[in-house]
């Protein structure tokens, strides 16, 4: 350990005992001043009422012993004291990020079709994190907008005034027509980053006042989505996802970015876009994975930077995939009043094996009462892809059941064939 390592030690020693210390101090100093020299019956230190073992006088006796009583209090406080000052020798602890101002050049802005309109934002910070600049002042809606609508705006911030994490810096907005509505400045960050959470602070945290744009769009382009085939039996796996972009009117926009994004989770990463629409204003991606999530795609702004959310449409699809199902009863004659296992399995592609896909999907048996199906019986799809259920024939003779898979996540739903069960 270094000498800076012993100091702090040795402060940190000397408050935790003063703390530990001061209740038992605070009850002397309590006596001290309720045994005061009017009452001289109980005045500490004195053995009789006139001197003690001292020598000296009584009261001065009382007020040495009440001094005495004092110097830990002293002498405490001046260690709390002198361990709340700065060190000389350590490293300082860097102070939090603060928004001193936030502003927009308009607070309208209007945009039509695929031409973007434009605003300014100014913001002044002191002490962002490292001494760097922050990168992005985003703003985000006010208020829920349509589904495909942009979620997010962005301007590229660059400081105009100031040192490195301390200054005032400014960026324009591209806005586009699809973001009509109400919008706010609601942080101010570090450069964007897919791999790590990013350094933002919203302006409402240092009691900045918002800065508020309202979008007035028009002709707004639309973003269409198709899936071929929509229904994929088991066990294909390609598709092709198609993207048409259009104008509010339905006319191709040609030559426009779109990009897609395969995502076995949740989630869209919204870059510049990897196809470009031909004269139909169509963009094709064709999917060879097995996928249980949608696709993302999104029509991109033709200006930077990039965040999540900003873009013209965006919107996800995915097709539905078919199951291979199979159940047959342990035995075809049970006695009345018996019952008879029926054991089956699923397979489904997906992320995992074929087997393990279907894991916690649900199958049901099913019993025919005259021309109506009954539910009977439930189970869950075990992580091998089987399941057992328990078959009761009611009636005496001939009983016929079939297991049903119903349609649930991204599986379509499906029967087994029917079969026989015997009460005899």
Same mark, same amino acid.
């Given at each position: 350990?270094?000498?800076?390592?012993?100091?702090?030690?040795?402060?940190?020693? %000397?408050?935790?005992?003063?703390?530990?210390? +001061?209740?038992?101090?605070?009850?002397?100093?309590?006596?001290?001043?309720?045994?005061?020299?009017?009452?001289?019956?109980?005045?500490? #230190?004195?053995?009789?009422?006139?001197?003690?073992?001292?020598?000296?006088?009584?009261?001065?006796?009382?007020?040495?012993?009440?001094?005495?009583?004092?110097?830990?209090? +002293?002498?405490?406080?001046?260690?709390?004291?002198?361990?709340?000052?700065?060190?000389?020798?350590?490293?300082?602890?860097?102070?939090?990020?603060?928004?001193?101002?936030?502003?927009?050049?308009? !607070?309208?802005?209007?945009?039509?079709?695929?031409?973007?309109?434009?605003?300014?934002?100014?913001?002044?910070?002191?002490?962002?994190?490292?001494?760097?600049?922050?990168?992005?002042?985003?703003?985000?809606?006010?208020?829920?907008?349509?589904?495909?609508?942009? /979620?997010?705006?962005?301007?590229?911030?660059?400081?105009?005034?100031?040192?490195?994490?301390?200054?005032?810096?400014?960026?324009?907005?591209?806005?586009?027509?699809?973001?009509?509505?109400?919008?706010?400045?609601?942080?101010?960050?570090?450069?964007?980053?897919?791999?790590?959470?990013?350094? %933002?602070?919203?302006?409402?945290?240092?009691?900045?006042?918002? &800065?508020?744009?309202?979008?007035?769009?028009? *002709?707004?382009?639309?973003?269409?989505?198709?899936?071929?085939?929509?229904?994929?039996?088991?066990?294909?796996?390609?598709?092709?996802?198609?993207?048409?972009?259009?104008?509010?009117? /339905? !006319?191709?926009? &040609?030559?426009?970015?779109? /990009?897609?994004?395969?995502? %076995?989770?949740?989630?869209?990463?919204?870059?510049?876009?990897?196809?470009?629409?031909?004269?139909?204003?169509?963009?094709? *991606?064709?999917?060879?994975?097995?996928?249980?999530?949608?696709? #993302?795609?999104?029509?991109?702004?033709?200006?930077?930077?990039?965040?999540? /959310?900003?873009?013209?449409?965006?919107?996800?699809?995915?097709?539905?995939?078919?199951?291979?199902?199979? !159940?047959?009863?342990?035995?075809?004659?049970?006695?009345?009043?018996?019952?008879?296992?029926?054991?089956?399995?699923? !397979?489904?592609?997906?992320?995992?094996?074929?087997?393990?896909?279907? %894991?916690?999907?649900?199958?049901?048996?099913?019993?025919?009462?005259?021309?109506?199906?009954?539910?009977?019986?439930?189970?869950?799809?075990?992580?091998?892809?089987?399941? *057992?259920?328990?078959?009761?024939?009611?009636?005496?003779?001939?009983?016929?059941?079939?297991?049903?898979?119903?349609?649930?996540?991204?599986?379509?739903?499906?029967?087994?064939?029917?079969?026989?069960?015997?009460?005899?």
């Amino acid at each position: 350990m270094n000498g800076d390592s012993h100091m702090t030690s040795g402060w940190g020693r %000397a408050i935790v005992r003063c703390v530990a210390f +001061l209740p038992q101090v605070d009850g002397q100093l309590r006596a001290a001043v309720k045994r005061g020299s009017v009452r001289r019956r109980r005045r500490p #230190c004195v053995r009789n009422r006139s001197w003690s073992r001292t020598g000296k006088p009584r009261r001065s006796q009382a007020r040495d012993c009440v001094a005495c009583r004092l110097a830990p209090a +002293l002498l405490c406080g001046a260690v709390l004291g002198l361990a709340s000052l700065p060190l000389t020798t350590g490293t300082a602890l860097a102070a939090d990020p603060h928004i001193e101002a936030v502003s927009l050049s308009s !607070a309208d802005v209007a945009a039509s079709g695929v031409t973007l309109g434009q605003v300014t934002v100014t913001t002044t910070v002191q002490d962002w994190p490292g001494g760097e600049d922050p990168a992005l002042a985003v703003l985000t809606r006010t208020s829920s907008g349509p589904p495909g609508a942009p /979620g997010a705006m962005v301007a590229a911030l660059t400081r105009t005034s100031g040192v490195p994490g301390s200054g005032t810096y400014q960026g324009v907005v591209p806005v586009p027509s699809t973001a009509t509505g109400g919008w706010r400045v609601s942080a101010i960050s570090e450069p964007f980053s897919a791999d790590r959470n990013v350094i %933002a602070r919203d302006p409402r945290q240092d009691g900045v006042p918002d &800065a508020l744009l309202t979008v007035h769009g028009t *002709h707004l382009p639309r973003l269409r989505l198709s899936v071929q085939p929509q229904i994929l039996p088991y066990p294909q796996t390609q598709y092709t996802v198609t993207a048409t972009f259009t104008t509010d009117t /339905g !006319a191709p926009l &040609a030559g426009r970015r779109i /990009g897609f994004d395969e995502r %076995a989770t949740d989630g869209c990463f919204v870059g510049d876009g990897g196809a470009r629409t031909d004269a139909n204003g169509r963009a094709f *991606h064709t999917v060879t994975a097995a996928l249980t999530s949608s696709v #993302c795609v999104w029509a991109p702004l033709p200006v930077g930077p990039l965040y999540y /959310g900003t873009a013209f449409a965006s919107g996800d699809i995915a097709p539905r995939y078919g199951v291979k199902l199979a !159940a047959a009863p342990a035995g075809t004659s049970v006695k009345r009043g018996a019952s008879v296992l029926v054991n089956g399995n699923v !397979a489904a592609v997906g992320t995992t094996p074929l087997r393990a896909a279907a %894991a916690g999907t649900h199958v049901r048996l099913q019993w025919l009462f005259g021309r109506t199906w009954r539910n009977v019986n439930l189970a869950y799809v075990t992580t091998s892809g089987r399941f *057992h259920l328990v078959a009761a024939p009611p009636d005496r003779g001939r009983n016929i059941y079939r297991v049903w898979f119903p349609s649930q996540g991204g599986y379509v739903g499906t029967i087994t064939r029917n079969f026989t069960v015997t009460t005899t």
